[in-house]
């Protein structure tokens, strides 16, 4: 087992994002998962990312507060618990639009390794 406190979880700076701290729950440690890392985002009014896509799929689950995911035009509120799958190459944003913060889990995989 890899034992992580929160009070040990690193901030991360996430590529496109805004109004956002991140932190690395899990991921990137030598004992830690070999698959994927796992982070938690405190998205302040306003904040949000995108629009972007990434080669690999990412799943968002809200713990707290709302997020609009839009894909394709196509507006989708997210709410406490609610969660998605954003499949490899699929362009989308993110937008917290209310006036909490929404706190968001993310399931990433490991980019792939250069050779």
Not at 27 to 54: C, I, R
Not at 71 to 84: I, K, N, P, Q, W
Request: glycine share 12%.
């Amino acid at each position: 087992m890899h034992l992580k406190r929160f009070s040990e979880a690193q901030p991360y700076d996430a590529p496109n994002h805004f109004g956002v701290v991140g932190l690395r729950l899990q991921g990137f440690e030598p004992d830690g998962p070999k698959n994927q890392w796992v982070g938690l985002s405190q998205f302040l009014p306003g904040g949000g990312a995108g629009p972007d896509s990434t080669p690999f799929e990412k799943v968002y689950v809200v713990l707290e507060g709302e997020m609009t995911v839009i894909v394709g035009g196509a507006e989708t509120v997210l709410g406490r618990y609610d969660s998605c799958t954003i499949p490899p190459g699929e362009v989308r944003k993110i937008e917290n639009r209310t006036n909490h913060t929404c706190t968001m889990l993310v399931v990433i995989p490991y980019p792939p390794e250069k050779k």
